[in-house]
């Protein structure tokens, strides 16, 4: 691997008490239907930058039993050890930066957690209103488990336990200026600026997890960040109380966003 120069990633070793610089690897918490899957392709458009796609996904439906769309090849497709998915999230890559997308919910009690020491964690939220209409358009019948917010802001308050300081970033505000709010958190985070970032080619990327074909259609047919988003959707009486249930938890993270 290259020796990394970067001011920023000297600085973040330094801090850590690292005598030479090693891979950055940041760890993106959200729940489903949250502007996820662009920034993963946003930091895979990068040539320095290693992606993964929601690890835990096996091992969370092994753990649960719980039916989702494409069950069975998604099963197939990862390992539904936990601690076979830890290991594989420090193992080395051959260059700078390691991105990994991780849902919230899927990070039940008997997941490991000890690896978020060695990543930068950062917590991708999104107004749980617009959450809840895009979820219930792919899956029915969602309960306020299935979409996260409880989840994300346990794992937030288990990193700053760690020590860390969390960044936190609104979807809404990446969708109304990507470019000047890609900047701020790449520099939150200790990368370079990479204007790439701003840019995918049309159709996915190679580290998709095998249900892409089911929730990316949208994301497959974009080349960049959506535009601002206009008012709060309408939404049925019983999801209106979901949204009330997650509302606290997103307005929490969101009063520490960058």
Known sequence: MKAVTNPYFVLWCAKRGDMMPKTIRIAMWSGPRNLSTAMMYSFGARADCHVMDEPFYAAYLAATGLSHPMRDAILKSQP???KTVETSLLEPVSVPFSYQK???QHMIPDMPRTWMRDVVNVFLIRHP???VASYAAKREGPVLNDIGFVQQAEL???????GQNPIVIDSADIRRDPATKMKQLCAEIGLPWDPKMLNWPKGGHAADGVWASHWYGAVHGSTGFAGAEGPLPDLSPEYQEIVAQALPYYDRLAAVKI
Do not use: K, N
């Not at 937030?156 to 760690?162: F, I, T």
């Open 80 to 82: 539904v050890d936990p």
């Open 102 to 104: 991780h849902m919230t």
């Open 129 to 131: 209103a617009r959450v």
């Open 156 to 162: 937030y308050d288990h990193a700053q336990s760690l």
